[in-house]
């Protein structure tokens, strides 16, 4: 599945470099076309101030309906 700008994913592996836990919900900023499709998410804390932004391959994500 292809995702596009501002969808919400959540991620499905841990990421304990960026204290990102399987099941975090973030918002695809940025869209990375290479071979792979990865995607620029930013996770947010519960206040709403930016906790971590990076990009994650697509097989990494589900999106959030």
Known sequence: MKFNEYDVVMVLKDY???QIK????GVVIM???D???TYEV???DENGKSKSSFAIPKIELELVL
């Open 22 to 25: 399987r099941g975090d919900v």
């Open 42 to 44: 930013e996770f947010s």
């Open 35 to 37: 071979s792979n499709f």
């Open 16 to 18: 304990p470099e960026y």
């Open 31 to 33: 869209i990375h076309e």
